[in-house]
């Protein structure tokens, strides 16, 4: 059953909404080998069940099939059972629709989305999956929309840049894109103008880039003190933080939020992702041993000794090893919710390889190969089984759960390269 059946017999009567080698030379599924499996957290048992629940068939579903627990189920079967009302709702949950969307991830490929000659920094998805940004150092962000062949939407040209645009953001109507770079200014731009290049302007001096949810007033930040902190802005002392979790043992490159208000994930040059609940935060924090190592994230690779340390007092609920986080800012996101329940965090990694672990388990479940460079950034579709990586070989490229031999943007095995100008040029973020 090819991807789009299956996406239409999934959709059609709920409307409002492991593999082998391919071309792209992704691996079959892996899990953590036995000596890393034993320095991996356990992950905690709420958080397992959770996950499970939000991407495993229902409990009413199990039962119309009079399955067990840990028996798994077919599409065929789900569909069949559905058209027949078993379980008695007349539609599939969200969560039997995650369970059958996330056997069909976006890892075959790559296919081309564009081939700059310098490095890629950026690839982020908007809300809604109809556009894709790219960002990329040497003045340029462009815009392709992903609805109509990835054509370029708009092609902007950033003014007063700092080496490489280092983050991004649409505002929730799409019509502004807010930027940042090595300074402490944001630029925002207009990008549903006529106009398919424009020209940045610089209208405030800060040095966040984020559009905060409207019901949101709970922020959380990460910087070198290896601290994952939690603001409130509701606060009348925002100066300080409402709460900090420990456990990392570096500089923190980056947060991502599960979207429910208790739960998120961080990446950190201590070579782990960790995830986080914020209600086990502490108002005080906890010296940690000091690092009996000294070591450059930018140039070194990390010490063999440090890579099992383990923090004294670690807050986290779980630690996932594999990837590698050297030379720049890399970063780590939880999968969608609309077709994977958020079952899996996915991440860039040093190594030239995207990441994808399984929040149930800890286990490495997808390695995508291709890319000849470090990836810094990659961005899951919200609704459909698409990826895109974005690497500093300069390619912007997207992986999807089916094969198309025939489409002229295939990327082959062979034709990556290891730095548009070489990694002595570059200057790390």
Not at 181 to 197: C, F, G, K, M
Request: glycine share 6%.
């Amino acid at each position: 059953m090819s991807v789009s059946t299956l996406k239409y017999c999934l959709e059609w009567p709920n409307m409002p909404w492991k593999r082998k080698m391919h071309h792209g030379g992704t691996s079959q599924q892996e899990q953590v080998g036995p000596s890393l499996a034993d320095e991996v957290c356990a992950i905690d048992e709420e958080v397992s069940h959770l996950t499970r629940l939000k991407s495993e068939p229902s409990q009413r579903t199990r039962a119309s099939f009079y399955t067990g627990q840990k028996r798994p189920i077919s599409t065929f079967k789900l569909l069949s059972g559905r058209e027949s009302n078993c379980s008695g709702m007349g539609r599939f949950s969200s969560a039997d629709c995650s369970y059958t969307l996330r056997k069909h991830l976006p890892v075959k490929g790559p296919w081309c989305v564009d081939d700059m000659d310098s490095e890629a920094y950026i690839s982020q998805f908007s809300t809604d999956g109809s556009l894709l940004v790219g960002g990329f150092r040497g003045s340029h962000i462009r815009i392709y929309n992903a609805e109509k062949k990835w054509k370029i939407h708009k092609d902007i040209t950033c003014k007063r840049l700092r080496w490489t645009v280092s983050d991004i953001a649409l505002s929730p109507d799409q019509r502004y894109l807010a930027y940042s770079s090595l300074s402490p200014t944001v630029h925002i731009v207009n990008v549903q103008n006529a106009v398919r290049e424009s020209h940045a302007n610089i209208t405030a001096d800060v040095n966040v880039v984020t559009f905060a949810d409207e019901t949101s007033d709970v922020l959380y930040s990460g910087s070198d003190d290896s601290l994952c902190k939690v603001w409130d802005r509701r606060c009348h002392k925002r100066q300080k933080p409402v709460g900090v979790l420990t456990g990392h043992l570096d500089g923190i490159t980056f947060i991502d939020s599960g979207g429910d208000g208790h739960y998120f994930i961080s990446n950190c040059k201590d070579q782990t992702i960790k995830l986080w609940d914020l209600r086990k935060m502490s108002s005080t924090t906890k010296d940690c041993t000091p690092k009996s190592y000294e070591w450059d994230y930018r140039w070194m690779t990390y010490p063999s000794e440090a890579r099992y340390l383990k923090h004294p007092y670690d807050q986290s609920l779980a630690t996932f090893r594999g990837h590698s986080v050297l030379r720049t800012l890399i970063r780590c996101y939880f999968s969608p919710m609309h077709s994977t329940g958020q079952r899996y965090i996915y991440t860039g990694s040093s190594d030239q390889c995207v990441y994808i672990y399984d929040v149930a388990t800890g286990n490495v479940v997808e390695k995508l190969r291709w890319h000849g460079s470090i990836i810094r950034d990659c961005s899951w579709h919200p609704y459909l089984p698409t990826f895109v990586s974005s690497s500093w070989d300069g390619y912007l490229v997207r992986w999807e759960a089916t094969e198309d031999d025939k489409d002229p943007s295939m990327l082959k095995a062979g034709k990556q390269r290891m730095h548009p100008e070489g990694y002595q040029l570059s200057f790390v973020l």
